[in-house]
């Protein structure tokens, strides 16, 4: 088949409605965790009244249950019977399924269910591009079912380029490559504009455990203190007198110094030059006052 400038142009609008549907997806799961979760019952109880309402959305539209790799093939394939409304309402029951499956608790992913809704997604933009403009001449629906699949994939994943190394991998050819770059690259700017994030990194946002790398967090997350630990410093003894400690200043190029145990070498204390500053300027003290009672007995320590 042909892949034309007017393919191209419609890879753009329906990257749009991708990445809002990822970001909608992506929302839909979070709301669902959170409702489920405010619902005062055992986790199992909550588990089986989610899988019932999943039953429910199946008994409505049988094609979203289970993985859907079936329907998949029928829509590439352009093998899927059902009409324009029944095609949209799929892509929307399946978001809808796998919320309700993962804020119950119940066990699945959202890689597979990204690739049935975006593929329903794109046979239905198909549908409706040739409904409202039926003179043009477009690419297979099936072309358009990968293009789907690639961008809601690429929207809540942030993955663009896993999304088009995966249908080129299922296609075999090069045919779909310009217009997949598009929906994808789109799909997945557009998605990051109202999620930031991907799905996976979403939670550990919000929450602030997110390190991305070169970041500062990143790279004090990777340090130990041990490591910039400085060994430079001049210890003085709690029993030195203040005019001792004041030729120790004298050479040193520090304003803290470490206090230790005469007898132990045990650590005791801390002084910091800033305040003890009128201590240093009174002479009159010097042969009075010793280092013990002009450190600080309690300084805040932290383990190597």
């Known amino acids: 088949f042909r892949i034309g400038v007017e393919d191209i142009l419609a890879a753009a609008v329906l990257a749009a409605a991708a990445g809002l549907a990822g970001a909608l997806f992506a929302r839909m799961i979070r ?23 999943v039953g429910l959305v199946g008994l409505l539209m049988p094609a979203v249950l289970g993985e859907g790799y079936s329907s998949v093939r029928g829509l590439i394939e352009g093998r899927y019977a059902p009409g324009l409304l029944l095609t949209a309402a799929a892509c929307f029951l399946k978001m809808a399924a796998t919320a309700l499956t993962l804020g119950s608790g119940g066990s699945g992913g959202i890689f597979a269910p990204s690739v049935v809704a975006g593929s329903f997604m794109g046979v239905s933009f198909h549908r409706l591009m040739m409904i409202l403009l039926p003179g043009v001449h477009w690419a297979p629906e099936g072309c358009y079912a990968l293009l789907g699949m690639a961008g809601l994939m690429a929207g809540i994943l942030q993955a663009p380029l896993t999304a088009i190394f995966l249908v080129m991998e299922i296609t075999g050819g090069y045919n779909v490559i310009l217009p997949l770059i598009v929906v994808s690259s789109l799909s997945a700017l557009l998605c990051k504009r109202f999620e930031g994030s991907s799905f996976y990194f979403k939670e550990l946002t919000e929450k602030g455990l997110l390190l991305r790398a070169g970041t500062d967090a990143r790279v004090l997350s990777e340090l130990s203190v041990g490591e910039l ?32 145990d005469p007898s132990t070498g045990a650590f005791v204390g801390m002084i910091n030059l ?16 010793l280092v013990g009672e002009i450190m600080d007995p309690h300084p805040r320590t932290v383990s190597p």
Do not use: C, N
Request: glycine residues 2%; aromatic residues 12%.
């Open 229 to 260: 630990l400085e060994h430079d410093f001049i210890p003085v003894s709690e029993a030195m007198r203040l005019k001792d400690f004041v030729d120790v200043v004298k050479v040193s190029k520090r304003d803290h110094f470490p206090v230790q």
């Open 274 to 289: 800033k305040d003890i500053r009128p201590y240093i300027f009174s002479q009159e003290l010097y042969r009075t006052v």
């Open 31 to 53: 709301r669902s965790r959170r409702m489920w979760q405010a619902i005062p019952v055992h986790p199992f109880a909550r588990t089986f009244l989610g899988g019932v309402s």
